[in-house]
């Protein structure tokens, strides 16, 4: 049996439990996403990285 574990949905949901937990959090967790996002697609994602 092989398990796979995305990094995608693992952020996602810590994200949406720090929300939940602090709601003034979101606006620094949706600036950080879209800072690492930008950065992976400027460089290229490091080769076989791929955020889904």
Known sequence: MN?????GPLVSLLAGILILVVPRLLNYIVA???II??????FGGGGNFHIR
């Open 3 to 7: 398990m796979t574990l995305s990094i």
């Open 32 to 34: 950080i996403y879209l």
């Open 37 to 42: 996002i930008g950065l992976l697609g400027l």
